[in-house]
């Protein structure tokens, strides 16, 4: 009974009023319909101001009227309602692609997401220069790996101008990271950005070096390696 | 019904605040001597991500504020059982962070997977009394300790009911040893929607079985079948509350009271402006039953 009672409740809440069992509520209909209506607004609202909160770089650059459209679209599709509401939006930006979403704009989305796991991952400390050794030999052999917070992003105008450097034209990406409490960003050129992308593994500096040796120099290839320290994007140890 | 501390914890019977964002900074920066919250009540899903900065501010403001988790996504009433991924995050996040006091909602918010971001009501009935023994014992045994469970605001009234709101709590709470919080707003918003006699619930409630107290405003809409408050916590106490509570803690005796704002939050001295009226309140009736401040 009891299990029949909240399938019928959450039948009214997706589907409407008709889906709600008869014999359920005691109370005039009209009372008990309004009762509903609310539930039915708490839960929607909860969802969309969630939503709202997750992507604020998305749902600057398309405006609030088709954001709230695609948004409620997907929530009303059933997308994001099985983990709490941290988690609704996870499969936005696939959706998006689904629903055709330009690119750029699907990447502005992930970019979000990426926001919030920075924001919120675990205090992991951040491998910056001055923990690197002064002894050429020493450096070689020091393990780079991933920070958990970081990521990297594709820089397009519409992100480069939500972030406040539209001036970074000429990166490739954005690298994004956290130094204690702020998230920050870091233009990524294209060895920086490779750099990233090899170390998807940890490596050591010397092992990370050779990858490049057959198509760069070290006067290349170890600014680009130090940068990508200095972005705060690596972890200690 | 398990051997498990008092349901009352370590809260003081003081008055409490909410714990906002915009408040982390005012609240650490104010000098010992000024107006303070005893302690303070976070809802722990909002610190359930495994560092940054909420978590930061969390552990700095727990290391001067006794700290109470207020649930609100176990979904107790569920008749699938308790949401065991946010219990195993509510119980991490206590791994780290001390709890004065842990409480969910006489609620379901959770069926056949779906999440519904509410605290939807469930049936007082033999089978939901069932349900919620099993899950609060489930609760309880996973953390190690009482929990509260929170009377809900209602909209809405079932036609299978075998008993009253208070009967419901009682035999919760003599099943499983837990305790209640008792939200005199809740009563009220459930007075006005469902037609219960608010005083009559009030006097019902065996005060031993409260371990805390909430105080809130309430939204009222009015419509041709008559008004329909909204339980939004967004305004500020209503005299109706005040005088409920100030009734029932003269019952009573002292009870950690939280001012619980989640809307419209206001500064933190309107809201200290708020607590202190009920912490006058509780020290007043301490000194009556000869308790020292």
Redesign the interface.
């Known amino acids: 009974m009891l299990r029949d009672g909240q399938n019928g409740f959450a039948d009214a809440l997706r589907i409407g009023p008709d889906a709600l069992p008869a014999e359920l509520f005691s109370g005039p209909p009209q009372r008990n319909l309004l009762a509903m209506a609310a539930h039915a607004n708490t839960i929607s609202h909860g969802r969309l101001v969630a939503m709202e909160d997750i992507f604020p770089t998305y749902r600057g650059i398309v405006g609030d009227a088709q954001f709230n459209a695609r948004s409620r679209r997907y929530v009303e599709q059933g997308f994001g309602l099985y983990g709490g509401l941290d988690a609704i939006g996870d499969v936005f930006p696939d959706w998006l692609a689904d629903d055709g979403e330009a690119t750029d704009l699907i990447a502005i989305a992930r970019f979000d997401l990426a926001y919030l796991t920075a924001y919120h991952c675990a205090d992991t400390p951040v491998l910056t220069m001055a923990l690197l050794p002064s002894d050429s030999a020493e450096l070689l052999k020091t393990m780079l790996s991933r920070h958990p917070a970081a990521s990297i992003h594709p820089a397009n105008s519409a992100l480069l101008t939500a972030i406040g450097h539209p001036d970074w034209a000429g990166a490739a990406a954005v690298l994004m990271a956290r130094t204690d409490m702020s998230v920050t960003y870091s233009p990524a050129p294209p060895l920086v950005a490779l750099a990233w992308d090899r170390l998807a593994h940890p490596l050591t500096f010397a092992a990370l070096c050779a990858m490049f040796s057959q198509d760069h120099d070290d006067s290349t290839i170890v600014p680009a390696i130090i940068a990508l320290i200095a972005s705060g994007a690596l972890q200690k140890g | 019904m398990t051997d498990l501390p008092s349901p009352t914890g370590t809260l003081p019977w003081r008055a409490g605040v909410g714990l906002k964002p915009q408040h982390y900074a005012p609240l650490l920066e104010q000098p010992s001597d000024s107006v303070r919250p005893f302690w303070v009540e976070i809802h722990p ?1 909002n610190y ?9 501010w969390l552990s700095r403001v727990a290391d001067v504020f006794p700290v109470s988790f207020h649930s609100t ?1 176990l979904s107790l009433g ?3 059982g308790p949401d065991l ?2 219990l195993e995050r509510l119980a991490r996040l206590m791994a780290d962070i001390p709890a004065a006091s842990v409480s969910d909602h006489l609620s ?1 918010s959770r ?8 605290l ?1 009501p ?2 007082y ?1 033999r ?2 009394l069932e ?1 919620m023994c099993a899950s609060v014992d489930l609760v309880q045994q996973r953390l190690g300790r009482r929990m509260l469970v929170e009377n809900p605001s209602r ?7 075998s008993m009253d709101e208070v009967d419901f709590l009682t035999r919760l709470c003599a099943a499983t040893g837990c305790g209640i919080l008792l939200d005199i707003n809740n009563v009220i918003v459930s007075a006005i ?2 037609g219960i006699d608010a005083q009559a619930y009030l006097d019902a409630v065996d005060p031993a079985l409260v371990g805390e107290i909430h105080l809130a405003g309430h939204n009222r809409e009015e ?4 008004p ?1 408050a ?1 339980d939004d916590h967004g305004s500020a106490i209503s005299k109706d509350c005040w005088d409920h509570y100030e009734r029932f803690i003269a019952r009573a005796g002292p009870i950690p009271t939280l001012i619980e704002r989640d809307n419209n939050i206001p500064d933190l001295d309107e809201l200290l402006a708020e607590a202190m009226r009920a912490d006058n309140i509780l020290t007043a009736c301490q000194k009556d039953v000869g308790i020292a401040a």
């Open positions: 899903q359930f991500r495994d560092g940054g900065a909420s978590r930061q996504g569920s008749a699938d991924d946010q379901w069926t056949s997977g779906e999440y519904f971001p509410d939807l469930i049936p009935t089978e939901s349900r909209m809405l009234a079932f036609r299978g009911d929607n469902v419509h041709d079948s008559g329909l909204i």
